[in-house]
């Protein structure tokens, strides 16, 4: 006797469909990076030379506070890249100095990119087999956000890190005496790192219409 005709089996793959991209493969995940790693390219091609920046021999005491306001206005202008790099190395090693504070701040950051910025809409945020509304994931993360940077040591250690690095840049562009310095008038308010910015924030447009459609 024959035996009966075997019949094909489909696999799981096929009958759910290609499996889902995890968010940090998402394509708005990646035009992110690529975004955000070519503006803080350009906005260092705008870094003044950081010899300029320590010259000793144009360092001077303002005679009043107008003069040394006009000093740190003009120095600003000109050194805004070099400012900005001093102000995040201040920063980074204070964070890097208190490990407990930068990894609940890492812990954080990945919280929101990965939960709710990065998460592909079509796939429901799912926690012991309770599933959680967009709402209820950013009313979450809100919350934990306000528990770590006014309940923690998170929030003063930024604070701090914070008035330490505009306190530097004050004080030096105080001091230094900016005659010498080329400051073209003509140049634009949003050139060197305040491009960055900028296009720091087109980057994270690139995730905006996901967010605006959960919201």
Not at 192 to 200: I, M, N, P, Q
Request: aromatic share 12%; net charge positive; charged share 15%.
């Amino acid at each position: 006797m024959a035996s009966p005709p075997t019949l094909p089996i489909s696999g799981p793959q096929s009958a759910t469909g290609a499996p889902s991209q995890p968010p940090i493969a998402t394509p708005a995940f990646r035009a992110f990076l690529s975004r955000l790693t070519s503006s803080v390219r350009q906005g260092f091609s705008h870094r003044r030379p950081w010899s300029e920046l320590v010259d000793r021999s144009s360092m001077a005491r303002p005679d009043n506070l107008s003069e040394a306001y006009s000093r740190i206005r003009k120095n600003f202008s000109y050194f805004r890249v070099n400012y900005i790099t001093l102000f995040a190395l201040v920063l980074g090693f204070s964070l890097l100095s208190h490990p407990f504070s930068l990894l609940t701040l890492l812990s954080l950051l990945a919280a929101w990119c990965f939960l709710y910025i990065f998460r592909p809409s079509d796939q429901p945020l799912v926690i012991r087999g309770r599933t959680f509304s967009d709402f209820e994931t950013l009313v979450g993360l809100g919350v934990l956000t306000v528990i770590v940077v006014f309940l923690t040591s998170v929030g003063s250690l930024l604070i701090s890190a914070s008035m330490i690095g505009f306190a530097i840049v004050c004080i030096h562009g105080a001091f230094r005496v900016p005659e010498d310095l080329f400051l073209d008038d003509q140049e634009p308010v949003n050139g060197g790192f305040l491009s960055f910015l900028g296009g720091a924030a087109s980057a994270a447009s690139a995730a905006g219409p996901a967010i605006a459609a959960r919201v």
